[in-house]
C-alpha cells in the first residue's frame, strides 16, 4: 500500500488515480493526524509527502511531519512533492531521511518509474556471495578480481542495475569507475538500448549545452545543421556522466534542470523534448566537500546519489594485482603476438607489493610496458622493475622541485609549450597531452591561450 499525505483534494485524487491505474493499492490523508491514525494500523510501503500543508508556504509543517514519521517508521521510505521554487526544502528534507523527490507539476512517467525504483531498492537485500555465484547471476566479463571489498561492490551493481535508480561511483583515477558503469547498464533492463559516455571534464561551458542537449540550426554561427545532443542519444537507455566534479555552477543548473523534468530544448529552439534515461556518473573527487564549499550545488549531489558505489585503491586490494597482471598479459599475447609470455612467480608476488598511485590504469601500462620491452617470454621482476623505474625516473626528471611552482601553472607552461610545438593543431596538442579536444578548449579558455579555430 501507498500513502499520500497532501491536504489538498485534487492532488490526493490525482495521484491515486495515476498510481491506481499502475496497480498499486493507495490511500491518500490531508492532515500529520490522519497520516498517523493510518500509521498506526497498517505499514506502507512507500509515503508520498507533500511539504506544504493548507495556505503554509514554508514546509514548515511538511518538514515536521517528516521528522515524526523517521522518529517512529524509519524503514518507509519517503518521496517528498515540491515546486520547483522549493527545491531547497526538498534538499532539507533529504538530510532529514526522505529518498527522493519530485517536483510540481510533476510528469506521470517520471512520477512511476521514481515509485518503481525505491520499491525495488526496498526489496533487495544485501547479501555476500562469492564470485562464481555473482557470474552466475549477473554479466562481469570484464571486471577482474575476487577482492571482498569488490565482491561486496559486485553484489550492489547486481542489485540496483535492475532498478532505474541514479548510480554515483566515487574513487580514485584508474579505478574502474567506467568498467562498474558499463556493468550496471549491461546488466539492466535497458541492456540492449543506448550506453552513452560524456566525459564532463572535456566540455567547456560554452559547449555544454550543444554537447548535452543538441542545437538547431542557425542556433549559433558555425551551426549549418541541427545536431542530436548526448542525452537524446541515450534515450531509453542509459548516459554515463564521468567527471561530474568538473562542471561549473552554470551548467550544473542546466543539468539539474533536465535531470528533474526529464525534458530538454536544444540550443537554439523552443520546443521541448522528453528524455527517458538512466543517470549513472562518476567522479574522483569529494563533492561533500565541494557542497560545503558552495563549488557544487547540494541539490544535484542529492538527485545523483540514491545510490553511491565507492571504488576502492588497488593499493587496497592487492590480492587483485596478480590476477589483473595475467589477465592484461593474455590479452597482450594477441595484439603483440607473443602466445609464450607469462609472469614469474616470484614477479607476481613482488608486483603485489607496489602502492601503483595510478591504480589499474597504472598498472596495465607497467604489464604493457614490460612485455613490449622485454624479449624475455617469462617476464621476472627485474624485468618490471627496470620499466617501472624508467618511469618514475623520467617523471622526477622532469619535475620541478615541490613548491617551485603551482599545478596551475605548471598545466598552463605544458599547454603553452605543447601549443608552440605543434604550430597550434589542437588535434596533435590534444593527443600529445592525453587529452580530449574539448578538453583542451577548457583550458584555453581557462587560461585565456588565443588559438586560430581554423587549425585543428
Request: hydrophobic letters at 40%; aromatic letters at 6%.
Amino acid at each position: 500500500m501507498l500513502l499520500i499525505v497532501d491536504d489538498d483534494i485534487a492532488i490526493r485524487t490525482s495521484l491515486t488515480l495515476l498510481l491506481r491505474s499502475e496497480g498499486f493499492v493507495v490511500q491518500g490523508v490531508g492532515s500529520p493526524e490522519e497520516t498517523f491514525e493510518v500509521l498506526r494500523t497498517a505499514k506502507p510501503e512507500l509515503i508520498l509527502l507533500d511539504l506544504n500543508f493548507s495556505i503554509e508556504t514554508s514546509g514548515d509543517e511538511g518538514m515536521q511531519l517528516l521528522q515524526r514519521i523517521k522518529k517512529s517508521y524509519p524503514a518507509i521510505p519517503v518521496i517528498l512533492i515540491t515546486g520547483w521554487g522549493t527545491i531547497d526544502l526538498a534538499v532539507k528534507g533529504m538530510k532529514e531521511g526522505a529518498i527522493d523527490f519530485i517536483t510540481k507539476p510533476w510528469q506521470n512517467e517520471y512520477l512511476i518509474q521514481s515509485v518503481r525504483t525505491i520499491l525495488n531498492l526496498a526489496q533487495q537485500e544485501p547479501q555476500s556471495e562469492s564470485r562464481r555465484k555473482l557470474e552466475q547471476k549477473y554479466h562481469f566479463e570484464n571486471i577482474v578480481g575476487s577482492d571482498a571489498k569488490l565482491l561486496d561492490i559486485l553484489s550492489t551493481v547486481g542489485r540496483v542495475a535492475a532498478t532505474d535508480a541514479p548510480v554515483l561511483i566515487t574513487g580514485e583515477s584508474g579505478t574502474g569507475k567506467e568498467l562498474i558503469a558499463e556493468a550496471i547498464h549491461s546488466n539492466s533492463k535497458r541492456k540492449i538500448r543506448p550506453f552513452v559516455k560524456v566525459n564532463l571534464g572535456g566540455i567547456s561551458s560554452t559547449l555544454f549545452e550543444s554537447e548535452l542537449f543538441g542545437h538547431v540550426r542557425g542556433a549559433f554561427t558555425d551551426a549549418k545543421s541541427d545536431r542530436i545532443g548526448r542525452f537524446e542519444m541515450a534515450n531509453k537507455g542509459s548516459i554515463f556522466l564521468d567527471e561530474i566534479g568538473e562542471l561549473d555552477l552554470s551548467s550544473q543548473v542546466k543539468l539539474l534542470r533536465v535531470l528533474q523534468e526529464r525534458t530538454f530544448e536544444p540550443l537554439g529552439s523552443s520546443k521541448s523534448r522528453t528524455v527517458d534515461v538512466r543517470i549513472i556518473c562518476a567522479t574522483n573527487r569529494n563533492l561533500e566537500e565541494m557542497v560545503a564549499l558552495g563549488t557544487f550545488r547540494e541539490d544535484l549531489y542529492y538527485r545523483i546519489n540514491l545510490i553511491t558505489v565507492k571504488l576502492p585503491a588497488l593499493r587496497e586490494r592487492p590480492g587483485d594485482i596478480p590476477l589483473l597482471s595475467e589477465f592484461f598479459v593474455n590479452n597482450l599475447k594477441t595484439i603483440y603476438q607473443r602466445p609464450d609470455i607469462t609472469i614469474s612467480p616470484g614477479a607476481l608476488k613482488w608486483l603485489k607489493t607496489l602502492q601503483l598511485q595510478g591504480n589499474i590504469r597504472q598498472l596495465k601500462n607497467l604489464v604493457e610496458r614490460t612485455v613490449l620491452l622485454s624479449p624475455k617470454d617469462i617476464l621476472d621482476i627485474a624485468d618490471f622493475q627496470k620499466n617501472l623505474t624508467v618511469g618514475q625516473s623520467a617523471a622526477a626528471k622532469n619535475l620541478p622541485e615541490v613548491g617551485s611552482i603551482t599545478l596551475e601553472e605548471m598545466e598552463y607552461q605544458m599547454i603553452s609549450k605543447a601549443m608552440n610545438f605543434h604550430q597550434n593543431k589542437i588535434s596533435k596538442v590534444a593527443r600529445s597531452l592525453g587529452i580530449t579536444r574539448f578538453a583542451l578548449y577548457r583550458r584555453l579558455e581557462k587560461y585565456g591561450i588565443s588559438f586560430d579555430p581554423d587549425e585543428q
